[in-house]
């Protein structure tokens, strides 16, 4: 396909943007330390281990939830505190601790610059399975909106979440760039919903697999290199 096709992109955030593993081991061992302060018994029963394996079990006893990382989070904790003894009412604050630390991630080199040049060419809306917020991060000005698997009831790589965010744009499949570091939840998921697609991946991501389908658009290390080929 040409370049004038493309009116517009949908941006995946986690690992696209950021790091997303160290982020999440901060956060964690920050609610741990929130709860030895506030709700003792409940540090004492649970560690981050524990709390990540009930997570995963709330996860599988409710399939429909399971895309909502925030009530997952919220959820898993307030059974922690219930199994532990201590006041149900902590899962809020303690929820919101760990929101907090969430958001602070540290954006890939690449990512600001690269932004700043495709926001002024293209609308960018955010399209994610996680729960980051944008304003929260400061990105919010480089965006026209986010669409999140929690607000729309199912993620990536279902078709009708890609076309929600082109129905969002006012844009047809065909006309919006996907972009994004899962081969299968980013670059099938676009292909399936008929758009194309600009697979990232970076040093330590996993290869392409050997089952691949779609053919990408674009592939390459960093947003830079997208932002070239896009005349940005
Ligand atoms: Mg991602």
Redesign the pocket.
């Given at each position: 396909m040409v370049v004038t096709a493309i009116r517009a992109l949908t941006l995946?955030?986690?690992?696209?943007l950021w790091p997303i593993q160290p982020v999440i081991e901060r956060a964690e061992a920050e609610l741990h330390a929130w709860l030895r302060q506030h709700a003792a018994a409940t540090a004492a029963r649970f560690d981050v281990p524990a709390l990540q394996a009930l997570r995963d079990a709330v996860a599988l006893e409710f399939p429909d939830r399971a895309h909502d990382f925030t009530w997952l989070r919220r959820e898993s904790i307030e059974r922690a505190l219930v199994l532990a003894g201590d006041a149900p009412e902590l899962a809020e604050p303690a929820f919101e601790h760990f929101f907090e630390w969430r958001h602070r991630v540290v954006l890939f080199d690449d990512a600001l610059p690269a932004l700043q040049r495709l926001c002024g060419r293209y609308p960018i809306l955010a399209l994610t399975n996680g729960n980051a917020e944008l304003a929260r991060i400061g990105l919010a000005p480089y965006f026209v909106g986010r669409l999140s698997a929690r607000e729309f009831g199912r993620g990536k790589p279902h078709a009708d979440f890609f076309h929600a965010a082109c129905s969002q744009l006012g844009l047809t499949p065909d006309q919006v760039l996907h972009v994004?570091?899962?081969w299968a939840l980013?670059i099938e998921g676009a292909h399936g919903a008929g758009q194309p697609s600009a697979w990232i991946c970076r040093p330590h991501h996993a290869a392409k697999p050997a089952w691949a389908q779609a053919k990408p658009w674009f592939e390459g290390a960093d947003l830079l290199q997208l932002a070239d080929r896009l005349g940005a």
């Open positions: 995946d955030l986690d690992e696209t994004g570091d899962d980013d």
